[in-house]
Structures are given as C-alpha cells and as structure tokens.
C-alpha cells in the first residue's frame, strides 16, 4: 500500500519567514496530494492540493510543489504569521486503496 | 462546518463500558471514515465505508466495530472501553474518487 513520510515533525520559524515542509510518498500511481492545517483542538482543514498533472500551485501566501519523479511533494509558506502556528498533514490519493494515507504531521510553531 | 456533525463533542466513560460515537453529514458524500487522533501519532484509520453495504477494517480496527445505516450516518462503536482508546476521535467524508476529506469537528473520549 501506500507510504506517505512527512518532515520535519516540529519547525519553529520567526514571524516572516519562510517555512518550508515535505513529504515523499511510495505509490507512483498516486494522483492527489492535499496538506491540511489543524489549529489546536480543532478538527483538520484542507488548506491546499496539487493534482498529479500539476507541478505547483499557489494561493496567497502558501504553495505546494510535486515532484513526480521523485514522488515527493512539499508545503511552503511565505511570511509566515503567528496564526500560521499549527499542525500541518500531507497525504497521498492511492487509486489502489481508494482512500488517502496521511504523513505523521508536522507542529509547526511562529514566534513573535 | 457543520456539514460533519459528531457527537457526543466530549465523552468521560469507564472501563469496561460500551460506547457509541456517532457521525451524520449533510454533504451528500458517499464515503466515510472514522479516525483516531493520539499526540504525536496522527490520524489512524479505524473503519471505513465506500457505501452503505461496503465497509471495510482499517489499521486499528481492533476493539472497534462500525454501522453506516444510511448514507449520512455511520456509527463507531467501543464495545468494551479499555483507558487506552482514550483519544480524539474524528469522522471525515469524501466524494468517490481522488478528493480531499471533510472532517467533523471531533469527540475527545476519556476512558477512566
């Protein structure tokens, strides 16, 4: 099945900068890619996708890039804020399971 | 987003004691899936159903058991509390296909 690996777990950035999030995954057939946000004590929301026909897309100040060949995809994040503050999942579609595989989880922390 | 509704939002129960979590969606989805969130873990698949008379056991399915008895309902049941099912429990939907997940807003169970 599908392996969806997410680093770094924990990335703490000041307020401005750059913040930057990755993930590989092992299924070449996989075809969908969202990262969601979960705020403390809240319920994960979809922030952004990618399509596997796709390379980048961007909306505001995030942006995820793929990389098919390397099967690995990543989240970045420009000036960031302190509301930016979250834990951030990847995850992978897998046409052959039907569902997504989520990575671990990045806890993403801006400091003032 | 009400769209995903669970309940009960928190739930203290003890051991030993059978427990029923349940999820409704307004959002016309054939596919739900029921997680579990423990620190540091990241969501886990328990159950999950493609449609009303297909649900299949994901990678922690031990000591749960499921009911989806209508397209917008499907119930996660603990047959026999034990503490560590202590967790946060969250319910997502999904189109059929390779689309992202929508997300209850979660029950926080404590087992005692």
């Known amino acids: 099945g599908e392996n969806v690996e997410q680093h770094p777990s924990t990335l703490s950035v000041q307020e401005g900068d750059s913040a930057v999030i990755k993930c590989t995954y092992s299924?070449?057939?996989?075809?969908?890619f969202p990262w969601y946000k979960q705020e403390l004590g809240k319920r994960p929301q979809l922030i952004i996708d990618i399509r596997s026909n796709v390379g980048e897309k961007k909306d505001q100040r995030i942006a995820v890039t793929l990389n098919k060949t390397a099967k690995h995809f990543s989240l970045h994040i420009t000036e960031t804020q302190p509301e930016d503050s979250a834990v951030y999942f990847c995850?992978?579609?897998?046409?052959?399971?039907?569902?997504?595989?989520f990575g671990s989880g990045t806890q993403l922390t801006v400091l003032p | 987003d009400a769209d995903v509704t669970q309940t009960p939002r928190n739930r203290i129960t003890k051991t030993g004691k059978r427990i029923m979590l349940e999820c409704s969606q307004t959002k016309g989805h054939d596919r739900m899936y029921w997680y579990r969130q423990d620190p540091g873990l990241g969501l886990r698949l328990i159950y999950y159903?493609?449609?009303?008379?297909?649900?299949n056991k994901g990678e922690i399915s031990d000591g749960y058991s499921v009911s989806r008895q209508a397209q917008a309902k499907f119930s996660l049941s603990l047959e026999s509390a034990i503490p560590n099912q202590t967790a946060l429990y969250f319910c997502?939907?999904?189109?059929?296909?390779?689309?992202?997940?929508?997300f209850g807003s979660g029950t926080r169970l404590t087992v005692v």
């Open positions: 299924d070449s057939a996989s075809n969908y």
């Open positions: 997502a939907t999904s189109e059929k296909g390779d689309y992202g997940y929508t």
């Open positions: 995850a992978a579609f897998s046409g052959s399971a039907r569902q997504l595989t």
């Open positions: 159903s493609f449609d009303v008379k297909d649900i």
